[in-house]
């Protein structure tokens, strides 16, 4: 079974950088689509940045020009590098591995267990 492990997170200064990673380890048989979402308090969960197995990346307009997802296959690790981090950034930050195929299989989404990112003005 895969399992996703966040780190990175912490507490910096807006116009700080951090930078967030997602491990995925255990049996993987196929490479995923990769995402990383954020929920502040009494928000909803949302979209932040995906990377997808041909390399191509989208991001939310909120952090376009600031954040940069990246990933190293052989590594099975997904990044987010945080620049100019503003107050709203502050959430907790969520790894997903979208479900892909082998064979005539298809595992299902996993979601990390978060980690937090406080930014203070």
């Known amino acids: 079974q895969v399992q996703l492990v966040e780190s990175g997170g912490g507490s910096v200064q807006a116009g700080g950088s951090l930078r967030l990673s997602c491990a995925a380890s255990?049996?993987?048989?196929?490479?995923?689509?990769m995402s990383w979402y954020r929920q502040a308090p009494g928000k909803e969960r949302e979209f932040v940045s995906a990377i997808y197995t041909d390399g191509s990346t989208t991001d939310a307009e909120s952090v376009k020009g600031r954040f940069t997802i990246s990933r190293d296959n052989a590594k099975n690790t997904v990044y987010l590098q945080m620049n100019s981090l503003k107050p709203e950034d502050t959430a907790i930050y969520y790894c997903?591995?979208?479900?892909?195929?082998?064979?005539?299989?298809?595992?299902?989404?996993?979601w990390g267990q978060g980690t937090q990112v406080t930014v203070s003005s």
């Open positions: 255990g049996y993987i048989y196929c490479t995923a689509d």
């Open positions: 997903k591995r979208h479900s892909c195929w082998y064979g005539f299989r298809r595992t299902p989404d996993l």
